[in-house]
Every structure is written in structure tokens, then in C-alpha cells.
């Protein structure tokens, strides 16, 4: 059973950068796909950032310019570098993987808040 923790979440204020790590228990190589979703109270969960082992990565348009996601095969690892936070972008953040056989993974989810 694959395992994915997330760490970093926390209260900041608006402006501020915070990164949040995503480790594996399995090797990063076999996923197909990695990513990051957002849960804010009251709607839906809510696509932020994907990479594929292909080498292609899509950010959500919110964040855009702001995000960035990366990885480090050597730590099992992916991250969500986040800048110029918003009130907006307070959610339940969740790492999520695919593997080859299209099995889903997801983390436990780690609030981010962002104060005005």
C-alpha cells in the first residue's frame, strides 16, 4: 500500500510564500502522474497542479505565475512552492499520485490559511 504524508501547512498572511512537501513510500518513477488539489470550505475539491512523468506540468489558471510544483526523486518527494499567497487560496491542500495501473493515491490533506 502506497503512502503518501504531506507537511508544511500553517497559518500566513497574505503575501507570504509556504511550501508544502508531499513524501512517498514508494519511488516517484512509478507514478504516471503527480498532484496537488485544494479543498476550500464549502466547494468542491479542485484541481491546483500536475505533473507527468511524460515532463509536462499544468497549473490551474488562480495560480498560475504564483505555484510552482517540483519534485526530488532522491527524497520520494513532490512539492507546491507557493508565493504571493491569498486569502483565496485558504484550503485543505492534498497531494495525489497515479500509478501505471491507474491506481489513486491520495495524502491526508494539510491545511493552508491565509490571513488578511
Known amino acids: 500500500q502506497v503512502q503518501l504524508v504531506e507537511s508544511g501547512g500553517g497559518l500566513v498572511q497574505s503575501g507570504d510564500p509556504l511550501r508544502l512537501s508531499c513524501t512517498s513510500s514508494?519511488?516517484?518513477?512509478?507514478?504516471?502522474?503527480m498532484a496537488w488539489y485544494r479543498q476550500a470550505p464549502g466547494k468542491q475539491r479542485e484541481l491546483v497542479a500536475v505533473?507527468?512523468?511524460?515532463?509536462?506540468?499544468d497549473y490551474a489558471e488562480s495560480t498560475l505565475g504564483r505555484f510552482r510544483m517540483y519534485r526530488d526523486d532522491g527524497e520520494r518527494t513532490w512539492y507546491l512552492q507557493m508565493v504571493r499567497l491569498m486569502p483565496e487560496d485558504t484550503a485543505v491542500y492534498y497531494c495525489?499520485?497515479?500509478?501505471?495501473?491507474?491506481?489513486?493515491?491520495w495524502g491526508q490533506g494539510t491545511l493552508v490559511r491565509v490571513g488578511s
Open positions: 505533473s507527468r512523468n511524460a515532463g509536462t506540468t
Open positions: 495525489h499520485a497515479q500509478d501505471y495501473a491507474t491506481q489513486a493515491y
Open positions: 514508494r519511488a516517484l518513477s512509478t507514478f504516471r502522474l
